[in-house]
DNA sequence: TATTGTTATACTCTATAACTATA
DNA sequence: TATAGTTATAGAGTATAACAATA
């Protein structure tokens, strides 16, 4: 055995490896993102802005499962950098609507790409049929973990929603 | 499609799932060691210090990759509980040697079965082939990534160590 | 002069709550 | 009176650097 102690779960049990995976995973896709100036919280800010160009702070927020107040300053950060900008609510004027600007698509559209390239990195080496084995698997122990498709965790942990990893 | 964006890499993708299955996974097991009092980082200490009882505070600081001031306060926390002592070092008296209790060796024991408890719940209905296919799939991922058995992620990003998740 | 552990401190991140302007 | 967004502030967590004791 390694010197190196295991440190959650068992090492060789599929808890601590994917805690691991996914971890690094995490990491690799910050550093990556970061050659375009953006953290990952940036990136998942502008996706949920391209889903519906228009939406309020308030909306985007909720579905990001992040308070208000730490909202202003993502988009404060990304405004400044020219990628969305507030614009006024036609009927209400306390209300923001966010759109996403030409560049920040671009840079959305950069990243996507960098995205895809990491994926490639990570599944090298693998044939397609044991890419689809792996993600039948992963899966079956999201419906073990209760992560229904789609789903968000609950935000009331304490724990940074993992959509801004 | 879901009206839920995605929010890292492309979900169906690897990348994403693994973040989204190894945050999940942390979560719940840190969730789980609170139960006995425990942060995951104090399951991680306790670990490294029954690794070889008696090492100094400053070798396993270097094993888990946490400055040393860190460690001062990991270790306050968990000999105020009763589950890790200092001692004296027999020829230099700088040194502290880190000795489990037999409270802490039980904690421990008791931290390692829950954590077991999850990794069956995780792995809920898998068969054994399943799980041996899928621990070598990760495995492969593992070695695209560049973590080697055993080995640490380097501290130098400005993450927190994956031990100490 | 170097090293072990400790303490002090500064920094980042986040969330709560107070505040403003509108509704 | 309630709501959208902003600002102020307090707390946790972490790391760097100064420090004391010892080598």
């Known amino acids: 055995m390694s010197e190196q102690e295991q440190v959650g779960p068992n090492r060789q049990s599929v808890g601590f490896t994917l805690s691991q995976l996914g ?3 995490s990491r690799r896709f910050g550093e990556i993102v970061a050659t375009l100036g953006l953290e990952p919280r940036h990136f998942a800010l502008l996706r ?3 889903v519906a160009d228009g939406q309020s ?3 985007i927020a909720e579905r990001l499962r992040i308070p208000a107040s730490t909202m202003v300053s993502l ?3 990304l405004e400044s950098e020219g990628l969305l900008e507030r614009q006024p609510h036609p009927t209400d004027r306390r209300t923001r609507l966010l759109h996403l600007t030409s560049r920040g698509a671009e840079v959305l559209e950069q990243a996507t790409i960098l995205g895809a390239e990491l994926e490639g990195s990570i599944c090298a080496g693998l044939s397609t049929a044991e890419r689809e084995t792996l ?3 992963l899966a079956r122990i999201a419906g073990n973990i209760g992560i229904a498709d789609g789903e968000l965790p609950d935000h009331g942990t304490g724990q940074r929603p993992e959509a801004l990893q």
Do not use: K, S
Request: aromatic share 6%; charged share 15%; net charge neutral.
């Open 135 to 137: 993600l039948g698997l």
């Open 57 to 59: 702070q308030q909306a």
């Open 23 to 25: 971890f690094a995973t």
């Open 75 to 77: 988009i404060d950060h």
């Open 48 to 50: 949920a802005v391209r």
